[in-house]
């Protein structure tokens, strides 16, 4: 699970929703991870939307044989340019 947030800036009070990709990259930019459904998900676009000053849950399905150092990279998918990015390692519980 990821919490995505929007800090709310002055300058962008007025901004609406936006929507970003969410998607988890190996050391070699192998997609390895993408988010599943939920009530901010673009069930279309599989884009997370978010409004300014909020923070959305998401889940993140990952690879079932992918297991190691990984990069979440939230994407302008209009641009695919990187807007934040994460590296985490898995955990998984057994």
């Known amino acids: 699970m990821l919490d ?5 800036v ?3 009070a007025d901004e609406q929703e ?4 969410i998607e988890a990259v190996d050391a ?3 997609i390895v991870g ?12 599989q884009g997370v939307r978010i409004h300014p000053g909020q923070i959305v849950n998401v889940g993140l399905r990952m690879e079932d044989s992918f297991s ?5 990279r939230a994407l302008d998918p ?5 807007i934040a990015d994460l590296t985490l ?3 998984y519980l057994e």
Not at 18 to 21: D, F, K, L, S, T
Not at 34 to 45: C, F, P, R, W
Not at 68 to 72: D, E, I, K, L, S
């Open 4 to 8: 995505l947030a929007w800090s709310q």
């Open 10 to 12: 002055e300058a962008f």
């Open 18 to 21: 936006i929507e970003v990709a």
């Open 28 to 30: 070699k930019g192998n």
């Open 34 to 45: 993408l988010v599943g459904s939920g009530q901010s998900v673009n069930a279309a676009t």
């Open 68 to 72: 190691g150092t990984f990069t979440v």
């Open 78 to 82: 209009a641009t695919q340019a990187i």
């Open 89 to 91: 390692k898995t955990a």
